[in-house]
């Protein structure tokens, strides 16, 4: 006797398929791109970059002597307190200037994912929570941090003036004639011991004992530090990536189907990154950032409490001595406008600056803290968009299928580009 499947039981059958396949097979490719996501395919490509901004703070950005400066200085673990930590412990060149650590590891562990270094001139404020508007002196703070190197200013305005060597090139850079004279009194440690405002206690209490012109001195001289090592971050390039080759020719023929430098995959992930994943709202332009601050409600560590984010950072940048409108700053005010116009609010509390996308393969983990391990749990994280335990989330759920998280996560990966032979190029061979 045969057995006959009942119309409803076919009908289910047919119902969890069709789900199945919605859920996991691509839909067809259109045949052409439109004019408005060709332009805007366009602007994303590493072709449209502009060239390097001005750093008005900094009158020797540019200054070939001060690159070669900040470029061993960002390789000495001298910078630090006990003669072990460099820049590149947390900004490493094979891992594009991150250090694949959830949270950063100098002399302790920072509370803070390390971002990297390409590209990083182009943005007007620095660090997750904007905290520093140049790049000369967000190179500053790490300096001091007891959990990061741990050293202190006067032993860094002494190592200059004591290592014939960079007391050589830190002269051939900034004004001698001030400079050496300053240079020969911090070159003895016993008139001027270890001293910091942000040090251990007896730190700062020698601090509090300088004069306030000595104070001003070492400032100064910490400051140039600061824009030496700016100065050659200033120059890390980006190299183009499967998908700049792509938007590059697709210049010549709007073909969507123009794959030889991407996949299907690839190229329905941009289409969704483009359109229903909203991943262009902030991650624009060549470097994949609009360098704003957003609140996405990215959980924080366990035990750890939510950052204040940019409500915070904004407010200690309008404090920091080193800031474009300080009397270390090279600008003019009128030239301070990011900093003079900026605006904080209830809107930015829980906030945190948009990185860049280049190079995603490279950097993980993802977030201000580290919290998403993969790429995968990121995209997980924007399709759910769950509700922000401070401030709001400005995020909305993406209800992505599974082929489309597949297809995103691809083009994302396309983004990846080989790292620049002068990322390597850092022995010092000068004997000290």
Not at 181 to 189: G, I
Not at 279 to 291: K, V, Y
Not at 371 to 399: C, F, M, S, W
């Amino acid at each position: 006797m045969k057995h006959r499947l009942s119309p409803a039981i076919v009908l289910l059958v047919t119902i969890v398929v069709s789900a199945a396949a919605w859920q996991y097979f691509p839909a067809p490719l259109p045949q052409r791109w439109t004019e408005a996501e060709l332009a805007t395919i366009k602007s994303l490509s590493l072709q449209q970059l502009p060239p390097l901004p001005a750093d008005p703070g900094n009158h020797v950005a540019d200054h070939p002597l001060a690159i070669e400066l900040g470029r061993q200085l960002f390789f000495d673990t001298r910078l630090s307190g006990n003669n072990t930590v460099s820049c590149a412990s947390c900004h490493q060149p094979h891992r594009y200037f991150t250090d694949g650590r959830a949270l950063a590891v100098g002399l302790g562990t920072a509370d803070r994912n390390s971002m990297g270094l390409t590209g990083v001139a182009y943005s007007p404020w620095l660090f997750w929570d904007g905290r520093k508007d140049s790049l000369w002196s967000q190179a500053l703070e790490p300096l001091e941090n007891p959990v990061e190197h741990g050293a202190n200013r006067t032993q860094l305005v002494r190592l200059i003036a004591q290592d014939n060597h960079y007391r050589e090139q830190y002269l051939a850079v900034f004004d001698a004639d001030s400079a050496q004279p300053m240079l020969d009194q911090f070159a003895d440690s016993t008139r001027f011991p270890d001293a910091s405002p942000k040090g251990n206690p007896q730190q700062q209490q020698a601090w509090l004992a300088l004069s306030d012109e000595h104070q001003h001195q070492i400032n100064r001289i910490f400051s140039n530090l600061g824009k030496a090592l700016a100065a050659w971050q200033r120059t890390l390039p980006l190299m183009p990536s499967a998908f700049d080759h792509y938007a590059a020719q697709l210049q010549d023929t709007p073909d969507v189907q123009q794959r030889d430098s991407l996949s299907r995959d690839e190229i329905n992930g941009l289409r969704l990154f483009l359109g229903k994943a909203q991943c262009i709202n902030c991650h624009n332009g060549p470097l994949f950032t609009n360098n704003a601050f957003h609140n996405t409600a990215v959980l924080s560590a366990p035990g750890v409490l939510p950052a204040p984010g940019r409500s915070q950072g904004l407010r200690l940048a309008q404090a920091d001595p080193f800031n474009c409108l300080g009397v270390y700053s090279d600008a003019d005010p009128a030239q301070c406008q990011e900093l003079r116009f900026a605006r904080g609010g209830d809107e930015m509390i829980g906030a945190q600056r948009t990185g860049s996308l280049r190079n995603l393969a490279y950097t993980a983990p993802y977030m201000h803290a580290g919290q998403l391990a993969t790429l995968d749990a990121v995209i997980d994280h924007y399709n759910r968009a769950r509700v922000a335990v401070v401030g709001h989330n400005e995020a909305k759920p993406l209800a992505l299928r599974a082929v489309e998280k597949r297809q995103l996560k691809a083009f994302l990966n396309s983004l990846n580009g080989p790292a620049d032979p002068s990322f390597f190029q850092h022995r010092n061979t000068d004997s000290r």
